[in-house]
């Protein structure tokens, strides 16, 4: 199993148990996520509970919260909503930090490839959902959800350069 940690703060944010999409030129890793039912299981034992003098409240209160599960499996923390310039002083902070951190070949592909996701990200701002890795490192990369036309599931946005491939 493959997991990716966010080279910033070692954060894990993804596995490769969520297939990813590479967009803008590889900058971006496009990963859909899912609402699923965490909880209450039902289990059919066969028994017929009124039978046997149950009452009806009888048993465990059990409830069935929604999640979704990557961020329910890395323990994302969501943030708030970014304005523009707040979402460009993060952006200019981000790129300098993670710039140090990647071999010379990689830092002139993100150099040239970094403005295009920005201005993409920018394009969607108002719908996003902004989210840290588990540790809540300021620096750290940021991962972004947002709901395609139609979809009731959200699609998950990561920085492909921001994270590293770690074998479990």
Known sequence: MLVYQDLLSGDELLSDSFPYKEIENGMLWEVEGKWVAQGAVDVDIGANPSA???????????????????????????????????????????????????EPEQQDLFKKHIEAATKFLLSKLSDLQFFVGESMHDDGSLVFAYYKEGATDPTFIYFAYGLKEVKC
């Open 52 to 102: 046997e003098g149950a009452d009806e409240d009888e048993g465990v209160d059990d409830q069935v919260v929604k999640v979704v599960d990557i961020v329910d499996t890395f323990r994302l923390q969501e943030q708030p909503s970014f304005d523009k310039k707040q979402f460009v002083t993060y952006m200019k902070r981000y790129i300098k930090n993670l710039t140090g951190k990647l």
